[in-house]
């Protein structure tokens, strides 16, 4: 069973950075995209940014040019880091993989990692 895991959320004021990261246990191939999606109280979770294996990437407009993702396909590991941080980041962020394995699509959450955007 392929299980991920969160780590690195907290509470951080406006303009700082924050750098999340997920690590991987169970899965017995490489994993297709990998990703992170966030829900903020009230809301619909939402997708943020996307890597695949090969390294192309995807954000959601608003967070463009202020966070980055990343992966390490070596340890099956992925981060985001975010800069700039605004109060409206402020949500729950879930990692994510999705792909096919012969043919069988898979979808795996982790539990989420709360992140606080406040002064």
């Known amino acids: 069973q392929v299980k991920l895991l969160e780590s690195g959320g907290g509470m951080v004021q406006p303009g700082k950075s924050l750098r999340l990261s997920c690590s991987t246990s169970g899965n017995m191939f490489a994993l297709d995209v990998m990703g992170w999606y966030r829900q903020a109280q009230g809301k619909q979770r939402e997708f943020v940014a996307q890597?695949?294996?090969?390294?192309?990437?995807n954000y959601i407009d608003s967070v463009k040019g202020r966070f980055t993702i990343s992966r390490d396909n070596s340890k099956d590991t992925m981060d985001l880091q975010m800069t700039s941080l605004k109060p409206e980041d402020t949500a729950v962020y879930y990692c994510h993989a999705q792909g096919t394995r012969r043919g069988a699509p898979y979808e795996y959450w982790g539990q989420g990692a709360p992140v606080t955007v406040s002064s």
């Open positions: 890597i695949n294996y090969a390294g192309t990437t």
